[in-house]
């Protein structure tokens, strides 16, 4: 492509006529048109403003090479603006469901006791605060996904879950036995998933931080 070529390639790309190119750059509008169809070049003192005009380099405006940065630092901005949205909300959502969890426990512990609640309404709204704490940590996990490869953090964390889940378990069985109690005792599951969530976090705003 010559530099005519590319001139009259460039204007079309800005929207502007050849009148327009003229009055900016202070030329004829007969000069526009004659640099555009290869009967003159531009003045060396046209070169700058030529470029100014169309934003483009003057080894891209001579030679038609786009020059490529090294490297393209407002796409990592981009994705640290991505990753600092998906963590602020994740979080903001998980934290909702363990204060809902929280909630569920202390209202299943007190409502029968104190406020001599029925047992069955009592087990009912516990189990619908718990279904929407579980809502919540699902929708956040599903919506505000973020994508990344298996690391360190993540091996430990199932290491601990797995640690976490057998010693509940065992405390699980323990406390019925030992009880009776089968029809309550289940509530260290609900114990165990929310000191689980909370591990959860932790390692992940470690993680996120160590990134940075």
């Known amino acids: ?3 005519g070529e590319r001139l009259l390639e460039l204007r079309k790309s800005k929207h502007l006529s050849q009148e327009e190119v003229a009055d900016k750059l202070n030329v ?3 000069t526009v048109s004659k640099w555009e169809t290869d009967q003159t070049t531009p003045d060396f003192n046209k070169i700058v403003p030529l470029c100014e005009l169309y934003d483009i380099t003057a080894n891209e405006l001579l030679t038609g090479e786009k020059e490529v940065s090294e490297y393209d630092y407002s796409e990592e901005l981009k994705n640290l603006e991505k990753e600092d949205y998906i963590l602020t909300h994740r979080a903001k959502g998980i934290g909702i469901a363990i204060f ?13 006791p104190v406020f001599k609640l029925n047992p069955i309404i009592a087990t009912g709204v516990f189990l619908i605060i718990c279904a929407i704490a579980t809502v919540f940590i699902v ?3 599903i919506v ?14 199932k290491q601990v879950d797995n640690i ?3 010693v509940t378990l065992v405390i699980y069985f323990l406390v019925s036995f030992k009880t009776m109690a089968w029809h309550i005792t289940w509530i260290i599951w609900i114990v ?13 705003l470690r993680g996120d931080k160590n990134e940075e």
């Open 28 to 30: 004829t509008r007969q």
């Open 100 to 112: 809902l969890y929280c909630i569920a426990v202390v209202f299943l512990i007190v409502s029968i």
């Open 164 to 166: 976490l889940s057998a």
């Open 139 to 141: 929708y956040t996990c």
């Open 144 to 157: 505000y996904k973020k994508k990344k490869e298996e690391k360190e953090e993540d091996k430990l964390l």
């Open 192 to 204: 165990y998933g929310l000191i689980y969530e909370i591990i959860k976090l932790i390692f992940m």
């Open 1 to 3: 492509m010559s530099l």
